[in-house]
């Protein structure tokens, strides 16, 4: 079964550095998107960055030149280098992908962009950030 298991996030002062690993496991990583999302209390879930099967990455606009979205095919791990962190960041931080037979390309190139189009999530990470 498709599993996506994160580590990493916890609490920094404004300024500094979190990196968040999701290992990928039960579908043919390499060849779908994934993406990381958060959620803020009362707030909607939202896409902070995604890459795509081809390795085009997104970002909020928010987060642009802050966070860097990156993976390990051979690992199956997708990472999110967050700097220069700001008190708006804090939330809890979800792996996920968009992953349903059969295969669709416009899919693995173009989606985990929305949460509605999301088939699998990670439990989450809390990311934490102090002023």
């Known amino acids: 079964q498709v599993q996506l298991v994160e580590s990493g996030g916890g609490s920094v002062q404004a300024g500094g550095s979190l990196r968040l690993s999701c290992v990928a496991s039960g579908f043919p990583y390499s060849r779908y998107c994934m993406g990381w999302f958060r959620q803020a209390p009362g707030k909607e879930r939202e896409g902070v960055a995604r890459?795509?099967?081809?390795?085009?990455?997104t970002y909020l606009d928010s987060v642009k030149g802050r966070f860097t979205i990156s993976q390990d095919n051979a690992k199956n791990t997708l990472y999110l280098q967050m700097n220069d962190l700001k008190p708006e960041d804090t939330a809890m931080y979800y792996c996920?992908?968009?992953?349903?037979?059969?295969?669709?390309?416009?899919?693995?190139?173009?989606?985990?962009?929305?949460?509605?189009?999301?088939?699998?999530w990670g439990k989450g990470r809390l990311v934490t950030i102090s002023s």
């Open positions: 890459i795509d099967a081809d390795g085009s990455t």
């Open positions: 996920a992908t968009e992953y349903k037979p059969p295969y669709s390309e416009t899919r693995a190139t173009m989606g985990c962009r929305v949460a509605s189009g999301i088939d699998y």
